[in-house]
């Protein structure tokens, strides 16, 4: 065995994203315990992370980057366990699930690589193009507009595999996942459906009614946009148990291995022929493919130096995921691939605070301070952003202690519905399951006894208040003269029909004077960033000569150059899941046509380590559960735990009496990571380590009595 590394208890959330992980498996590593990281090499002691012992960095990047990965650069030759299939599957998200059932749908075996205990992927909705819908003029008009969006950098035949195979991608997922033909009235047997329909003719003059327009003429592309949940469910939760029920049902020829990731590729003379998983006990296991590797691992948006490297925008944003750490880019170029050489593609919004994003409502910074002209569409709001400061005063941070870019609110009055010229307004009572301050039983009781659903609890930040200075204590506002002073000006510039500070419109100027006032204080957060290696219209990842490297597949937020511009285009909803699903089905198809299969599993030695622990087995029946752990005063922390279709689909702090600006920032961060992780094995945001273990003991009390 080498050298051990040992990890304090006490660590960021940065080094939580790559670690949490292998903590997920068990084996006593719940709570604080953090990981075992024992490496074996070819020389005993010898860290493959270090400068010392590393092997060469290829291309531009740099050691940091790998360092902030799972990833490992010297060769890892000691195993205690070796599988070989067809075709590997790294990742189990968006991409990786699709990817991987279609494999084995086309008589493959398949092992599938997680590094979490669970499937992970984030949104609900997947989009794409119906050809018996559409015309083929429509069709390649799609392609042209979305190009347009991305500033003309998208490799048009990445688009045209989209276009041409994305509706029966999405539909192949939906049908999977027994979710065609549903609705709130017809839910299917795990309590889904489909809540929302955005399905659009693309035809005619299309416009975002802000500054982007084309014209289809008579031509036309049908775009199928349900949205699935509803919320807090996400596309994880379905992918979950089609997941699950394909390795049921090829159980001859699949396998998924959880909390297991990989961490090394194997290549013998040029081609990918496999790749090392790494245990929750440190040790490896050997994954051969006689096909090919697919990894799906998903962006790059948890490793910080990465970040800094390819897209440093977003550097000072928090991020919405949780240990997409880049391993799957990291592995690629080992093998011969080249990451996107342009500005990477970002992804930033928030709509879970509050509903209306898009209106051009008066918004102020987190000082109070009016900062831009509002009729900019939501997803440039990031680039604005960043000319603003740093704001500590909220939740669901990267790192309380510094802060965040992304902060700002909307401010509206109550007479804000009878704004002509507003396009998607919401009334009050409405807005009200997004209000905090409203518990779930008022809500029912004054809505006719309807449950507060649609929503993640944690995220909502919709507020009203009677007076000016009262919304501004509960938005957090800074500086509350400013925001009285800059409210007054504005009411000011509404009178005289001009915007003398900013140039909006008349017509988007309201004048805020009628109580009760409302806020919505948003949190743009990093949702996902698009790009990755160069790979072509089958998933086959391209070496610098742009010559498909025998063995090796990327797809979803992994291939590229499918965007290019500096920020993901919205026009049509869903795209981002879409491609995923497209390109995993893609990839799985082209890898199973390779000759050399055998359609078996052949195991041996030891390739998995059971969890062992009840906040991480997974083996929990649905309802929602209390638990109760002690906090940093040794008053309690109260928690309610829902489980929906086995899996941890909310938490809420019912109770707690943390430290405002330490463990009460925190907790938030810890919901989201036992969510994305499905294990209460997370380790510690600095400063509020006595919080956690408090809420992992209340977290675990509730999961045993799901499990009793």
């Known amino acids: 065995m080498g050298g051990e590394k040992?990890?304090?208890?006490?660590?960021?959330?940065?080094?939580?994203?790559?670690?949490?992980?292998?903590?997920?498996?068990?084996?006593?590593?719940?709570?604080?315990?953090?990981?075992?990281?024992?490496?074996?090499?070819?020389?005993?002691?010898?860290?493959?992370?270090?400068?010392?012992?590393?092997?060469?960095?290829?291309?531009?990047?740099?050691?940091?980057?790998?360092?902030?990965?799972?990833?490992?650069?010297?060769?890892?030759?000691?195993?205690?366990?070796?599988?070989?299939?067809?075709?590997?599957?790294?990742?189990?998200?968006?991409?990786?699930?699709?990817?991987?059932?279609?494999?084995?749908?086309?008589?493959?075996?398949?092992?599938?690589?997680?590094?979490?205990?669970?499937?992970?992927?984030?949104?609900?909705?997947?989009?794409?193009?119906?050809?018996?819908?559409?015309?083929?003029?429509?069709?390649?008009?799609?392609?042209?507009?979305?190009?347009?969006?991305?500033?003309?950098?998208?490799?048009?035949?990445?688009?045209?595999?989209?276009?041409?195979?994305?509706?029966?991608?999405?539909?192949?997922?939906?049908?999977?996942?027994?979710?065609?033909?549903?609705?709130?009235?017809?839910?299917?047997?795990?309590?889904?459906?489909?809540?929302?329909?955005?399905?659009?003719?693309?035809?005619?003059?299309?416009?975002?009614?802000?500054?982007?327009?084309?014209?289809?003429?008579?031509?036309?592309?049908?775009?199928?946009?349900?949205?699935?949940?509803?919320?807090?469910?996400?596309?994880?939760?379905?992918?979950?148990?089609v997941l699950d029920e394909a390795a049921q049902q090829y159980s001859d020829r699949m396998k998924i291995y959880y909390s297991t990731p990989g961490v090394q590729l194997i290549v013998d003379a040029g081609r990918v022929k496999g790749v090392v998983g790494k245990l929750a006990d440190g040790t490896y296991v050997k994954f051969n493919a006689n096909k090919a590797v697919i990894l799906a691992t998903g962006d790059y948006q948890n490793n910080p130096a990465m970040v800094k490297h390819w897209c440093p925008d977003v550097e000072n944003f928090d991020k919405k995921q949780f240990q997409k750490t880049g391993d799957g880019h990291l592995m690629a170029v080992t093998a011969g691939a080249v990451m996107e050489k342009l500005?990477?593609?970002?992804?930033?919004?928030?709509?879970?605070?509050?509903?209306?994003?898009?209106?051009?409502?008066?918004?102020?910074?987190?000082?109070?301070?009016?900062?831009?002209?509002?009729?900019?569409?939501?997803?440039?709001?990031?680039?604005?952003?960043?000319?603003?400061?740093?704001?500590?005063?909220?939740?669901?941070y990267d790192d309380p202690e510094k802060g965040s870019l992304g902060w700002y609110c909307q401010i509206y009055d109550s007479d804000y519905m009878s704004h002509e010229a507003f396009e998607s307004l919401v009334p009050p009572a409405v807005m009200e399951k997004y209000m905090p301050e409203i518990t779930d039983e008022h809500y029912a009781a004054s809505h006719n006894g309807t449950a507060r659903t649609g929503v993640f609890p944690h995220l909502i930040d919709t507020w009203r208040a009677d007076t000016l200075d009262e919304l501004a204590d509960k938005l957090g506002i800074e500086d509350k003269q400013a925001f009285l002073a800059t409210i007054e000006r504005y009411n000011t510039l509404c009178t005289k029909g001009a915007d003398e500070d900013f140039g909006k419109d008349k017509k988007w100027m309201n004048a805020i004077k009628k109580p009760p006032f409302y806020g919505i204080r948003r949190h743009l957060r990093v949702s996902a960033l698009c790009s990755g290696v160069y790979i072509n219209a089958n998933g086959q990842t391209l070496d610098e000569n742009k010559m498909p490297i025998e063995g090796l597949y990327c797809a979803g937020n992994l291939g590229g150059q499918f965007y290019g511009a500096a920020d993901y285009p919205f026009h049509a909803t869903g795209l981002s899941i879409g491609r995923c699903f497209t390109f995993g089905r893609l990839a799985a198809k082209h890898a199973a046509s390779l000759s050399g299969g055998s359609g078996k599993i052949a195991e041996s030695g030891t390739t998995a380590v059971a969890a062992s622990s009840v906040g991480s087995s997974g083996n929990w029946k649905d309802g929602?559960?209390?638990?109760?752990?002690?906090?940093?005063?040794?008053?309690?922390?109260?928690?309610?735990?829902?489980?929906?279709?086995?899996?941890?689909?909310?938490?809420?702090?019912?109770?707690?009496?943390?430290?405002?600006?330490?463990?009460?920032?925190?907790?938030?961060?810890?919901?989201?990571?036992?969510?994305?992780?499905?294990?209460?094995?997370?380790?510690?945001?600095?400063?509020?380590?006595?919080?956690?273990?408090?809420?992992?003991d209340a977290v675990n009390d509730a999961l045993a009595k799901a499990s009793a």
């Open 343 to 396: 500005g990477h593609t970002k992804m930033l919004h928030d709509f879970d605070a509050g509903l209306m994003y898009e209106e051009p409502f008066l918004s102020v910074n987190m000082k109070g301070k009016r900062f831009c002209n509002e009729f900019i569409g939501f997803v440039y709001m990031n680039d604005i952003m960043l000319h603003q400061d740093m704001y500590k005063g909220g939740k669901n």
């Open 6 to 241: 040992t990890m304090s208890t006490t660590i960021s959330r940065r080094d939580f994203f790559k670690t949490a992980a292998l903590g997920a498996a068990g084996i006593g590593l719940i709570g604080l315990t953090g990981c075992d990281t024992s490496v074996v090499n070819e020389t005993p002691g010898a860290d493959p992370t270090s400068p010392e012992g590393s092997a060469a960095l290829p291309g531009p990047f740099t050691l940091e980057e790998f360092k902030d990965s799972l990833v490992q650069l010297d060769p890892i030759t000691s195993f205690v366990g070796e599988v070989t299939v067809d075709i590997v599957v790294v990742g189990a998200g968006a991409a990786g699930v699709p990817a991987a059932v279609t494999a084995a749908e086309e008589g493959n075996s398949v092992a599938v690589l997680q590094k979490q205990s669970t499937v992970v992927s984030q949104g609900n909705c997947g989009s794409g193009l119906i050809i018996d819908k559409s015309d083929t003029e429509g069709l390649l008009r799609y392609v042209q507009q979305t190009n347009s969006l991305n500033s003309w950098r998208s490799d048009p035949e990445l688009l045209k595999a989209y276009v041409m195979h994305s509706g029966e991608a999405v539909q192949w997922v939906y049908d999977r996942a027994r979710l065609t033909g549903t609705s709130a009235g017809k839910p299917n047997d795990k309590g889904l459906f489909a809540y929302l329909d955005t399905s659009q003719d693309f035809t005619g003059e299309w416009t975002d009614h802000r500054y982007s327009k084309f014209d289809y003429g008579t031509a036309k592309a049908h775009m199928y946009a349900p949205w699935m949940g509803p919320k807090p469910n996400n596309i994880g939760t379905y992918l979950s148990y």
């Open 624 to 696: 929602t559960y209390q638990g109760k752990g002690s906090g940093v005063f040794g008053d309690d922390i109260k928690v309610s735990v829902t489980i929906a279709g086995g899996k941890i689909t909310a938490i809420t702090v019912d109770e707690q009496k943390e430290t405002e600006t330490i463990g009460g920032v925190a907790l938030p961060t810890y919901i989201e990571a036992v969510i994305a992780n499905q294990s209460t094995g997370i380790d510690a945001v600095s400063g509020a380590t006595m919080t956690l273990k408090g809420f992992t």
